[in-house]
């Protein structure tokens, strides 16, 4: 199953330089059922893959003028010190078995890919449900109050600190509907704060897991070649179609991981 997911981690970088976002929704099932990485070590490799790729993929955005550094810094100081608390002191709590009832074992694993699942579904709704609103044409940098992001990013922050996915799907709404970004500055600022959570999470792993570094190095590699792919077709390519057609797919995702893991699972 190796080139598969190979050409699985090219559609990781491609989606975040097409949309700006996605990409970490792809990562933790491309680790777990491609590459037969344990769950929890899949988000882990996860942060790190998306946060090196966004990181890159917002440097570019940055030279171009659309990040939006106020943006970034209020929904990064609540976000990543909630993704980092999460992932150095409550990951590593998380037991094998979670709860019994009635016989009934839910383990960290199969609890880790139904919430996966779940979030991809709703992930989907919210690409597919696009208004063709393009948002505004220019930036109301009144909009931008920290206190009006802190519990936004303190949910993005948890989010990205169980399941390793960088909120993309949830960022660009909110920094074109609440922060008033337009979106090609909104799709800019979401990598830099994807970048800045994924990588601070990552981070919070160290000493947790033993990472295979060649792996990892390797995927990533792959993933950024996609970015700048995704970068160069978003020139050409209506960001709209691109953006319903891959919330489609994460749908579909989302149903087989939930099927797949109920129906092998004891009962």
Not at 73 to 81: D, H, R, W
Not at 117 to 127: E, H, P, Q, R
Not at 228 to 254: A, R, Y
């Amino acid at each position: 199953m190796e080139l598969p997911g190979y050409i699985a981690s090219a559609l990781i970088g491609l989606s975040l330089g097409l949309i700006g976002g996605g990409g970490s929704i792809l990562t933790v099932p491309v680790m777990v059922y491609l590459f037969g990485v344990p769950p929890l070590l899949a988000t882990s490799y996860s942060l790190f893959i998306v946060g090196l790729t966004s990181l890159i993929g917002s440097f570019s955005n940055f030279k171009k003028g659309l990040v939006s550094l106020k943006a970034s810094l209020f929904f990064g100081l609540a976000s990543v010190i909630t993704v980092f608390a999460t992932r150095k002191f409550l990951v590593p709590i998380i037991p094998q078995e979670i709860i019994t009832i009635r016989g009934f074992t839910v383990t960290e694993p199969f609890l880790t890919m139904i919430l996966f699942g779940l979030l991809m579904l709703v992930a989907s709704i919210s690409m597919i449900r696009d208004n063709g609103d393009p948002g505004p044409e220019k930036e109301c940098s009144e909009c931008i109050k920290f206190f009006k992001l802190l519990g936004y990013g303190l949910g993005i922050g948890l989010v990205t600190g169980l399941l390793g996915a960088g909120g993309g799907f949830l960022l660009i709404p909110a920094l074109v509907f609440m922060v008033k970004l337009p979106m090609k500055k909104a799709v800019g600022t979401s990598l830099s704060i994807i970048a800045m959570n994924s990588l601070f999470g990552f981070a919070g792993d160290l000493g947790h897991f033993s990472i295979d570094w060649t792996f990892l190095l390797t995927i990533t590699s792959i993933s950024v070649a996609g970015l700048f792919i995704g970068g160069f077709l978003s020139k050409k390519i209506p960001g709209g179609k691109l953006k319903t057609g891959f919330g489609w797919f994460v749908l579909i995702m989302g149903i087989y991981i939930i099927f797949k893991e109920i129906s092998a699972y004891p009962l």
